[in-house]
């Protein structure tokens, strides 16, 4: 199947669900989705389960995205790092086909592929999820409101451009995009009973 990479005007209040994954204290991880309007507005918050060190977060997050309400109005899909729940991997190529929604990696900071791949040998089918981890693509960096901690990204079915400017314009309140810093928020907070660390 062939897919063209987006092109569209970015609006201040352009419709982003940002996903999370909360703290490792079980078998059981749940993930938050908070649905943005740019970095400014919270309209809705989604929730579902993946498998500790799973397999599953791919068809997890493309169920809660094409289930939601708010499934019509998603501009942009953004995640926080390509695993969640430990090393559940999320291919971003496959969960742009099947939402036909563009996907957005964000990273603090450059991710050490080769302690990745020496901490996944101890996982089952750790070859099949270095290569969804790798599938991601390029890596590139944007600066966003502090000038001073850039982040980076890594994108599927939007030109890089355009995806650095939805990082831009829904990072209001620091260097990580308002959609990804709450739903880190609600995920903690759901889990733990009060919002720890940093998205």
Not at 120 to 133: F, G, V
Not at 138 to 144: F, G, M, P, Q
Request: net charge positive; charged share 25%; aromatic share 6%.
């Amino acid at each position: 199947m062939f897919f063209v990479k987006a092109r569209f005007h970015i609006k201040d209040e352009i419709r982003i669900l940002g996903i999370d994954d909360s703290a490792l204290i079980a078998d059981t991880i749940t993930i938050v989705g908070a649905f943005f309007r740019g970095g400014m507005w919270l309209d809705g918050v989604l929730r579902s389960e993946i498998i500790r060190d799973g397999m599953d977060a791919t068809d997890r997050i493309i169920e809660m995205v094409r289930k939601s309400k708010h499934f019509p109005q998603i501009r942009a899909i953004m995640l926080d790092g390509v695993t969640y729940g430990g090393f559940n991997p999320v291919d971003i190529v496959h969960l742009n086909q099947e939402t036909s929604i563009p996907v957005i990696v964000l990273m603090r900071d450059l991710p050490d592929l080769k302690k990745m791949e020496a901490a996944l040998i101890h996982l089952p089918e750790s070859e099949k999820r270095m290569k969804i981890i790798k599938k991601a693509g390029s890596i590139i960096e944007v600066i966003t409101k502090d000038r001073s901690n850039p982040v980076f990204i890594q994108c599927s079915g939007i030109e890089a451009k355009m995806a650095a400017r939805i990082v831009q314009v829904s990072s209001t309140r620091s260097n990580i995009p308002e959609p990804l810093r709450v739903a880190h928020l609600i995920a903690t907070g759901i889990v733990l009973g009060e919002s720890r660390g940093k998205a």
